[in-house]
């Protein structure tokens, strides 16, 4: 046999061999199904879910006053008087006559929805405006920083305790739009910042020269980039906005018609829990207010993973 033709089929083989040994791609193998991401999804999902299917399986008129016998603890426990729980009231009740598993099922989707209306507000406030000072410039650029930068001088809490003190009776969307009113200098400074960086970007340079207006640069071209940022500062500012609400609510300026987290604290402390030895009083909304920030903290932490690849190639 002669030497050269084994030498020249030899590659031959292996280039008819190498398409085996390709993977077959992988739907799921997405950044967007990080773990992280999963996990507060999963956390923030269970809360907020529970308020809708929650009243399908429990009783939720017992969440209000006079419902139940009062001061009962949860099930497996005794309170000061002796009394042990009931498995009618597993969670315990107050010394309202409230049942706080309902509380519970009414006043954590009340919190979330709290912080991610003001969120919500607050981002969609901060992509008109970031968009608009980085990408247009001059002194419309000058009137939308000095504007933010005077707003984060202020002191939201304290503006927000005198201005809920105010009012008659707050609602919930009242409350959103007072903590939102506070809540866009920040994310429009950081969207701001990105859009400086992008404007002079190969692709919106193309986009520019085939004629694209100002608002299909920026909202067409630019805005799709920057989603998993914009996600995670709406998630950062949903954060902010739940603790806020929280602070105002154990203030006792929080809504009075519906259940809340934080409004059971205060109710909590009025009702002297702490002297009382009731600890399922308050100890119930603050897990349910702890799981809460985790959920959003690794929903954070899970939208970092999917803008920036560094972070992904680390938790491999």
């Known amino acids: 046999m002669d030497p050269k033709l084994t030498t020249t089929e030899a590659p031959d083989t292996e280039v008819a061999e190498a398409p085996k040994t390709m993977g077959r791609f992988n739907r799921w193998d997405t950044p967007w199904l990080n773990p992280k991401m999963i996990s507060g999804v999963t956390i923030i ?14 009783d939720t008129d017992l969440g209000f006053a006079r419902a139940a016998p009062r001061n009962l603890p949860p099930v497996g426990f005794v309170n000061w008087r002796g009394e042990p729980g009931v498995p009618e009231h597993p969670l315990g009740t107050d010394n309202l006559g409230r049942d706080l598993l309902a509380v519970a099922i009414l006043g954590a989707p009340t919190t979330f929805i709290i912080g991610a209306m003001a969120a919500t507000i607050g981002i969609l406030i901060g992509i008109v405006l970031g968009f608009s000072a980085g990408f247009l410039g001059g002194w419309v650029d000058d009137a939308i920083r000095l504007i933010a930068d005077v707003t984060l001088t202020i002191p939201a809490l304290m503006v927000l305790i005198v201005l809920q003190s105010v009012l008659d009776r707050v609602e919930i969307t009242t409350m959103a739009i007072l903590i939102a009113a506070f809540a866009w200098p920040r994310a429009t400074r950081q969207i701001r910042s990105q859009v400086l960086s992008m404007r002079e970007s190969g692709y919106v ?40 609400a929280v602070g105002l609510e154990t ?37 349910l207010l702890s799981f809460m920030f985790i959920g959003l903290l690794l ?18």
Do not use: C, H
């Not at 999902?45 to 429990?58: E, H, K, Q, S």
């Not at 520019?208 to 989603?227: C, T, Y």
């Not at 899970?302 to 190639?313: A, C, H, K, Q």
């Open 205 to 244: 340079q193309m986009a520019r020269l085939s004629g694209a207006s100002n608002f299909d640069l920026m909202f067409k071209e630019m805005l799709p980039n920057l989603i998993p940022y914009i996600f995670a500062s709406f998630i950062a500012g949903a954060t902010g906005a739940i603790l806020t």
């Open 299 to 316: 929903i954070n932490l899970g939208f970092d993973e999917i803008s920036n690849p560094r972070l992904r190639r680390a938790s491999k």
């Open 45 to 58: 999902l269970v809360l907020f879910l529970a308020g809708i299917v929650g009243p399908l399986f429990y």
């Open 251 to 287: 203030l006792g300026l929080g809504p009075t018609r519906v259940s809340t987290l934080g409004g059971t604290i205060y109710d909590a402390y009025v009702g002297t829990a702490l002297s009382l030895n009731m600890w399922w009083w308050w100890g119930l909304p603050t897990v």
